[in-house]
């Protein structure tokens, strides 16, 4: 009771201090009215102050009746200053531009960027509403503005980042990890991704050797930071893929802030131009929150809240295909019945408490909660035709069936349930002294996951039930498992970063370690990660980095399991070192400003879980069998091809190869009826066995060759109407037959092609008022008319293998979507 008495008076008193004291609060802009974070902002010679947040917001306590001196100060602006004397209890509000500090390059002067020495690259957000996207996703603009980053497949959100799988990406919303359902299979089931374009201020995205605070993953890091508004606003958007709203408010004292968005979208629109004809159902919906409130300058309460319910329906019932060169060209014909039914919910809050007691100097309390309830149902059966078609160019029967080589039937079922929580509380902090800065983490975390897995296939090829051993009939494949895992996790990590002036050269350098401790194995590991950045002062704009470092892959639920649905308890987490060398140049070409970035990469695996890529299905073999590795060059450009217009061009050469360790095989030499040759089985009469190692071989994900393009322009007199092309191009991935056996995976899919355009014409321009009362309460609005797969070409994502009389077997392959209009409406208030 005394206890509680002392908690109660020690409140009063700091409340009643605080009532003696006015505030200073407001928000940092640059010249582009974009906002500056880590910019310091506070009275010099006193402990009052503040360092701006993401998106530029500040608040502090001063003490009232005092003409105070506020200084703002940002290594990449100039110095600002200003005098206030606030009365007691009252609220000033300070909204500030700096000014850039210019770097004179020739006759032409272009503006320095923030954290350009850090491996993080900033992100135009704004294209995402324009960029001719299936998806309209945040991720759709990584592929030509980040570095590395790749994607073959339009109906998803995932992405592959120097070799890595999309098990291996970090996705930060306001420093909070989130996730992303796990019985996702195809890219037509996956619906919205995470992240709300609407609610979005900055986006960072880092393709390797990026710094400590950030978790463990292999590959990349996408850091997005949601609105903090300021006052009323909003959007509607409508297309024939779904419908966006969101809101946005900040109270009169600005001590509290809310944005909501909810997302309403479907694909049926698309899937109806895939080559299987059936009954497509699919719906997304999606809300999303994320609110603020300042008791006072020195604490602070978020929320960050997401609820999503995603619904697949499919009932097939034809598909026609044909394949093979002019030559030998062969038809498949299947006739299905049955259905397909996925169900993912998944919610996920955040609560967070800064605590900012001086003003270089912040604590976050961070408690996040995960939960997703997954089902994936289907029972679909299908009779299939394989026919030689005719390829005599002078016949009239060119093209049809010459005559049936194969039919067969396959049942898939499938009865799989998830039920997922990951739980978890963090404490963050950052503490800033002159240059130099210090940044700490410790977290915990709860895996709660009951998975029960029930799916088969039978096969029945030529009238044969495959397989067949002769007295048995078997299943082609099974999968039957019941898991129930609960494991416990604590990771940290310390940072340190510095900045040096060398004369009138500059060296930042950061270093830093993160630990992981996994109860399930009870394996502990240390990942240490140092980077470096010169700027020398060049009459040209460059800047030089080097990154080196250890990142560990702990298991997360997917790992563990293997392609017969069992836990291995034995996992471990997979390895990988970066080396990473770059650099970035800022220059002028008639006279408009210009970027090239480009970086050289070494990835060193060890440790590694060999996994089969289907679609967007990732099945690992759950064992640390093999190494690898992945190297490549990385380029990207961008700048104002047409004036007052950015574009973006990037290429990627990569090379990703796994050893798997225990992959080798044996080879006879067999005599069977006079005749000797090769087998991989003992038949006839063997003569001699020779057992085969396989060494390094492509990993699933080794696209060598990934070009993508994002280019803007518009019609010269009337710059209300643009155009915004999207062009990717990524050489093929290795596949093969369903044998699990990797170094089978000889063949390559046709490449990744495809070229997207919208057209946009701005209806009303936010900075002129408007005349007619339709528009008065507009700030903005837009229509785009889009073409998706302008070229109609037909990208193959997997095929379906199939096996003729001769039990020759087939890759038919799955296309993706063709050719599609969709009209859009942006309308903003």
């Not at 194995?521 to 460059?542: G, I, K, Y």
């Amino acid at each position: 009771m005394i206890r509680f008495i002392h908690s109660i008076v020690f409140i009063f008193c700091v409340f009643t201090l605080a009532a003696q004291n006015a505030t200073v609060q407001g928000v940092v802009k640059d010249s582009y009215g974009n906002p500056i974070d880590a910019a310091t902002v506070g009275v010099p010679g006193t402990t009052y102050g503040s360092t701006t947040e993401q998106d530029g917001s500040f608040k502090f306590n001063i003490p009232a009746n005092q003409e105070l001196k506020v200084i703002v100060r940002h290594i990449s602006f100039e110095e600002y200053s200003t005098f206030i004397n606030a009365k007691l209890g009252e609220t000033i509000r300070l909204n500030i531009t700096a000014k850039d500090k210019a770097t004179n390059i020739k006759t032409f002067t272009i503006s320095e960027e923030r954290d350009r020495e850090k491996p993080m690259r900033k992100i135009e957000a704004g294209m995402s509403k324009f960029n001719p996207s299936v998806t309209g996703s945040v991720e759709s603009l990584l592929p030509a503005q980040a570095l590395g980053v790749s994607t073959n497949n339009e109906l998803s959100s995932q992405y592959s980042v120097r070799g890595g799988n999309f098990d291996e990406n970090l996705v930060y919303v306001n420093g909070i990890q989130v996730y992303r359902p796990f019985l996702i299979r195809s890219g037509q089931q996956e619906g919205l991704s995470f992240i709300n374009s609407d609610l979005v201020s900055g986006i960072s995205f880092s393709s390797g050797g990026f710094e400590s605070k950030y978790g463990d993953k292999l590959s990349s890091v996408l850091d997005i930071t949601y609105k903090k508004p300021e006052k009323f606003a909003g959007s509607v958007s409508a297309s024939l893929l779904g419908g966006n709203v969101h809101i946005q408010n900040a109270s009169d004292n600005k001590r509290f802030t809310q944005i909501h968005g909810l997302r309403y979208f479907s694909n049926q629109y698309l899937l109806g131009s895939l080559d299987t004809d059936g009954s497509y159902r699919p719906r997304f919906i999606d809300y999303q929150t994320y609110m603020t409130y300042a008791f006072n300058s020195d604490w602070e309460v978020s929320f960050l809240g997401n609820y999503s319910q995603n619904r697949y329906q499919f009932a097939p019932r034809s598909r026609e295909a044909s394949f093979g060169t002019v030559s030998s060209a062969v038809g498949l014909n299947v006739f299905f019945t049955g259905q397909e039914v996925d169900q993912y919910e998944t919610a996920f809050g955040a609560i967070a408490l800064k605590w900012t007691p001086r003003y270089n100097f912040n604590t976050r309390l961070i408690v996040s909660a995960f939960r997703t309830l997954e089902e994936e149902t289907f029972d679909i059966e299908a009779a299939y035709s394989l026919s030689e078609l005719e390829t005599d160019l002078g016949s009239e029967s060119f093209g049809d069936e010459a005559f049936t080589i194969g039919t067969g039937s396959y049942l898939n079922h499938a009865r799989n349930y998830l039920d997922a929580l990951v739980a978890s509380v963090e404490l963050q902090g950052e503490y800033t002294q002159n240059k130099h800065k210090w940044l700490w983490g410790l977290k915990y975390r709860r895996d709660d996951i009951i998975d029960q897995l029930n799916e088969w296939r039978s096969v029945d090829s030529v009238g044969f039930s495959v397989p067949y051993t002769g007295t048995d009939v078997n299943l082609f494949e099974t999968i039957n498992s019941d898991n129930r895992i609960a494991t416990n996790r604590v990771m940290g990590y310390l940072q340190r970063d510095w900045n040096f002036d060398l004369g009138q050269h500059e060296l930042f350098f950061s270093s830093g370690a993160r630990f992981h401790y996994w109860d399930f194995n009870e394996q502990t590991t240390f990942s240490p990660r140092f980077l470096a950045a010169f700027t020398p002062n060049w009459s040209n704009d460059w800047v030089f980095r080097a990154s080196w470092g250890y990142y560990h892959q702990p298991a997360f639920y997917r790992e563990m399991r293997d392609l017969n649905g069992s836990i291995n308890p034995a996992i471990r987490a997979q390895k990988s070192i970066h080396y990473v060398l770059g650099a970035d140049y800022n220059f002028t070409l008639f006279n408009r400003p210009f970027k090239f970035v480009g970086e050289a990469y070494y990835k060193e695996l060890s440790e590694i879980i060999p996994y089969e890529l289907d679609n967007v299905r990732i099945r690992y073999y759950a064992t640390n069998n093999a190494v690898g590795y992945a190297q490549g060059v990385d380029l990207k450009l961008n700048g104002e091809f047409v004036k007052g217009v950015e574009s973006w061009i990037s290429l990627s050469i990569m090379e990703t190869k796994e050893d798997i360790l225990d992959d080798q095989y044996d080879e006879y030499t067999v005599q069977f009826d006079d005749t000797t040759f090769k087998s991989l089985k003992p038949i006839g009469t063997v003569l001699d066995t020779t057992t085969i190692y396989p060494g390094y071989i492509a990993r699933p994900t080794d696209q060598r060759v990934n070009f993508a393009m994002t280019f803007q322009d518009y019609v010269s007199g009337l710059e209300q109407i643009k155009a915004h092309l999207s062009l990717l191009l990524g050489t093929g991935l290795p596949t093969g037959p369903p044998s699990y056996t990797r170094w089978q995976d000889v063949f390559r899919m046709p490449p990744y092609r495809r070229v997207d355009i919208g057209f946009s014409a701005r209806l009303k321009d936010e900075a002129k008022e408007a005349k007619s009362p339709v528009f008065k309460h507009i700030k903005s609005a837009w229509v785009t008319l889009e073409v998706f797969n302008l070229l109609a070409v037909n990208n193959t994502i997997s095929y379906l293998w199939i096996k003729d009389a001769s039990n020759t077997e087939y890759g038919v392959p799955n296309y993706l979507t063709n050719r599609r209009l969709n009209l859009k409406f942006i309308v903003k208030f």
